[in-house]
């Protein structure tokens, strides 16, 4: 009995993980523009967001101000970290990444802010719900990234 406990959590744990990597590339995500702004984050710690309704909560983060603040070198930086860029415009765009070891999917997306000059973001795993702090690590990457080679 304990034989067979232990053989269904040393392999059920790992299937469990793939199994959710794997689904979140089926997953809907929850992206766009809703009034013209970017959508909030869900109440989970796994979503990072830098519009000004997201200021009362954990999820904040500032926006992106750089130099050069074309929607193409905002590309170009998530394309060197990593990113796929799935929708771009003058004045948004919306990327994917996915983590190297289970291929979860995360949903960045950017919106210029014409007022203010500063890339809004928003960082959303599509499933669970922590991600240890993996997006908005991944937005002050792309920070410094930006600032860096300005």
Not at 41 to 56: D, R, T, W
Not at 125 to 140: Q, W, Y
């Amino acid at each position: 009995m304990l034989l067979k406990l232990l053989v269904v959590v040393v392999l059920g744990v790992p299937v469990m993980f793939v199994g959710m990597g794997v689904y979140s590339h089926f997953k809907t995500p929850v992206t766009g523009l809703q009034d013209g702004k970017l959508q909030g984050c869900p109440g989970s710690p796994n979503c990072v967001c830098s519009e000004s309704f997201c200021k009362a909560g954990a999820e904040y983060i500032d926006g992106l101000a750089f130099k050069n603040s074309s929607v193409s070198r905002l590309e170009n930086a998530v394309l060197s970290m990593g990113g796929n860029v799935i929708e771009k415009t003058q004045d948004y765009l919306y990327t994917t990444y996915s983590s190297s070891l289970l291929r979860f999917v995360d949903d960045v997306e950017f919106r210029f802010d014409q007022q203010t000059q500063v890339w809004q973001v928003r960082s959303a795993s599509r499933v669970g719900h922590s991600d240890l702090g993996v997006n908005r690590k991944r937005i002050e990457s792309l920070r410094d990234y930006l600032t860096q080679s300005e």
